[in-house]
């Protein structure tokens, strides 16, 4: 079993930062991609950046410039740093990781237990 857990959500003024990082642990033989998802109240899950093994990034448009993922692919850890953090931004964050299945062939995904991002003045 793999098990994600997140650290570093907070509550932060307009225009703040903070850092968001997640570590993968249990039976990992590799991973593939990483990346964090959020969502805000009444609305979806959507994402905000993914990560692939050889280090491709993509992001939302909402985040680009202002976010960053990275990953330490020796550690199983991904990290996230929020920069010039706006009210929208509020949103129960989620590291994400695809591993490939204990056996045969495909992608499991798996999903930490997300943690709060709170942008307020």
């Known amino acids: 079993q793999v098990q994600l857990v997140e650290s570093g959500g907070g509550l932060v003024q307009p225009g703040g930062s903070l850092r968001l990082s997640c570590a993968a642990s249990?039976?990992?033989?590799?991973?593939?991609?990483m990346g964090w998802y959020r969502q805000a109240p009444g609305k979806a899950r959507e994402v905000v950046a993914r990560?692939?093994?050889?280090?491709?990034?993509i992001y939302a448009d909402s985040v680009k410039g202002r976010f960053t993922i990275s990953r330490d692919n020796a550690k199983n850890t991904v990290s996230l740093q929020m920069n010039t953090l706006k009210p929208e931004d509020t949103a129960v964050y989620y590291c994400?990781?695809?591993?490939?299945?204990?056996?045969?062939?495909?992608?499991?995904?798996?999903w930490g237990q997300g943690t709060q991002v709170t942008v307020s003045s």
């Open positions: 994400n990781a695809e591993l490939p299945p204990s056996a045969g062939w495909g992608v499991v995904d798996y």
């Open positions: 249990g039976k990992i033989a590799s991973i593939y991609a």
């Open positions: 990560i692939s093994s050889g280090a491709k990034t």
